[in-house]
């Protein structure tokens, strides 16, 4: 694990908030629907473009959705899709797995995780393994980690490529993806019961 923080400490220098997902057993376009986008509706933009973009579009957001390996990566600039708990159901539903980190503006950090359609890690990494909500649910890979405040983001990219094997790449960040335009995720689920509980 120390190697692979080690390899991810050039985020910590980025100012970028971020939700970045990898999402196995759905397709490229099913993962968009799961979001809210329409697959149709592709543009090829940069994180920055992205971000941009979903900030002159009022109450909209963008999110980066592509196939790499024999995953679906879902990367959110400014965004929080990826750590509500239903969509994490509904992308892991029958023999799928979800498994998102995200990071704040404000040093808030969540780690996500479903199988099947259940939810199998929901908790905040700065608090380690300790319960920092009632709702929280702390997996038993997750004991023992010992993780350092002042690197948490290196800290989430390496848990997902150790729970994933998939690394993720800085070039995803100045490259044009393909982009998709989602609402916010309270309004997507709107009358929804228990979206925001693992």
């Not at 329409?38 to 473009?49: K, Y």
């Not at 995200?102 to 199998?120: D, I, P, Q, S, Y």
């Not at 848990?159 to 960040?173: C, K, P, S």
Request: a negative charge; charged letters at 25%.
């Amino acid at each position: 694990m120390r190697e692979l923080i080690d390899r991810y400490q050039w985020v910590q220098q980025l100012d970028v908030v971020m939700t970045f997902a990898v999402i196995r057993g759905r397709g490229a376009d099913e993962v968009v629907r799961i979001y809210g986008g329409d697959p149709e509706q592709r543009q090829l933009m940069t994180t920055v473009e992205a971000e941009d973009a979903g900030l002159d579009d009022g109450d909209e957001f963008y999110f980066q959705v592509f196939e790499h390996q024999d995953a679906v990566v879902a990367v959110e600039n400014n965004g929080w899709s990826g750590t509500v708990p239903e969509i994490a159901r509904c992308a892991s539903a029958a023999e799928g797995h979800f498994f998102a980190v995200h990071w704040n503006g404000n040093g808030m950090f969540r780690l996500v995780e479903a199988r099947g359609g259940k939810v199998t890690a929901y908790f905040e990494p700065t608090f380690g393994t300790e319960l920092a909500a009632p709702d929280d649910v702390i997996p038993a890979w997750a004991q023992g980690l010992e993780l350092q405040p002042g690197e948490l983001r290196a800290a989430c990219l390496a848990l997902v490529e150790r729970q994933t094997e998939v690394a993720f790449e800085e070039e995803w960040l100045v490259k044009r993806l393909p982009t998709f335009r989602i609402p916010d995720p309270d309004e997507l689920l709107r009358g929804v019961e228990g979206t925001r509980a693992p």
